[in-house]
């Protein structure tokens, strides 16, 4: 009986509306560094030092002179069609999770609630590997023409759909999935970690004045922040990896990657350990503020407002 009380109080549609309008404000806003975070992670020193980047600055000073200020959101479309279904699964399943772990107190437990965060970061896959395999193309494109313009070879322009219909052409409706095991991983540890640390967090803070019992907008847009930052730097080593997996061009000498652990044992031993870092502070300022600003997003009820559901208090 309580299990049905239960199943019949949570309604899952206006928290993935709430995910889907949290997920394409957070991307929009952070993307250039995204842009910049993919071109680093990509980046593989030459056999004399040599490298494209020497830094954050000096990527966003490339890009920019090379494609122009709109140049850093190259991939943002497919981005922002598939972060709709992305956000408002992950958030919206760790919700659900959330709510039919917890006890019939309504307390979660610590270790249900990383359950809960795994379980969401788990079924985000299906549509994250695609949608990131399909704008690491995008992003990395410029850095490829760099290279190819300097080699005196013609750079042939793309899409992501040219990218789409060659890999499903090539390899079948899988070949959307490259990378998607060192996604699964990346994304199930960075869940269980951010998730209840996040509500932790938020649990702690000033609440709002209208009874719902949710914290006020900027106590959520710290706690997704906090959580956001330290999440996403302990899961930066898998990150390089998938980024690294998922990217189908390289620059001629590059090495290409056969599995998560050939890309394991090459990075670690012609870049060092350090490599497994790169990009890691545009890691940080990529998802600490779009996490933040989903968090505060998520919690501001739109799609109850707009289905013109009572909002109850989350787990």
């Keep these: 009986m309580a299990d049905q009380k239960k199943a019949a109080s949570f309604n899952v549609l206006p928290k993935i509306i709430n995910g889907g309008i949290a997920g394409i404000i957070g991307v929009t806003c952070v993307f250039p560094m995204d842009l910049v975070k993919t071109r680093l992670q990509n980046q593989q020193i030459g056999p004399n030092g040599e490298k494209m980047y020497s830094s954050i600055i000096d990527c966003f000073r490339k890009t920019i002179k090379q494609d122009g200020f709109f140049g850093m959101y190259r991939g943002s479309a497919v981005n922002i069609l598939l972060v709709t279904p992305e956000k408002a699964i992950?958030?919206?399943?760790?919700?659900?999770?959330?709510?039919?772990?917890?006890?019939?107190?309504?307390?979660?437990?610590?270790?249900?609630?990383?359950?809960?965060g795994g379980l969401a970061g788990l079924f985000q896959i299906i549509v994250t590997t695609p949608m990131e395999l399909l704008k690491i193309q995008m992003q990395d494109a410029g850095r490829i023409a760099s290279a190819e313009r300097a080699a005196g070879r013609e750079v042939q322009k793309t899409t992501a759909l040219d990218v789409a219909k060659t890999l499903v052409k090539e390899h079948g409706i899988f070949g959307l999935y490259k990378g998607v095991k060192a996604t699964g991983v990346r994304d199930?540890?960075?869940?269980?970690?951010y998730f209840p640390m996040m509500a932790s967090i938020n649990d702690a803070g000033p609440r709002k004045a209208d009874n719902s019992g949710e914290a006020v907008f900027y106590?959520?847009?710290?706690?997704?922040?906090?959580?956001?930052?330290?999440?996403?730097?302990?899961?930066?080593?898998?990150?390089?990896?998938?980024?690294?997996?998922?990217?189908?061009?390289k620059i001629e000498g590059e090495k290409e990657f056969d599995g998560f652990f050939d890309c394991l044992t090459k990075t670690m031993k012609y870049e060092g350990p350090l490599a497994f870092f790169k990009g890691g502070l545009c890691r940080i300022m990529v998802l600490a503020p779009m996490f933040g600003i989903a968090q505060m997003v998520y919690f501001t009820g739109v799609g109850e407002m707009i289905l013109g559901i009572e909002r109850k208090k989350s787990v």
């Design 219 to 249: 106590w959520s847009l710290f706690a997704g922040l906090s959580a956001g930052m330290f999440s996403a730097l302990l899961v930066t080593p898998f990150d390089v990896i998938k980024t690294r997996l998922q990217a189908i061009k």
């Design 90 to 116: 992950k958030l919206a399943a760790n919700d659900y999770f959330r709510f039919h772990l917890a006890t019939p107190e309504g307390k979660l437990p610590l270790h249900m609630a990383g359950i809960a």
């Design 188 to 193: 199930v540890v960075f869940s269980v970690v």
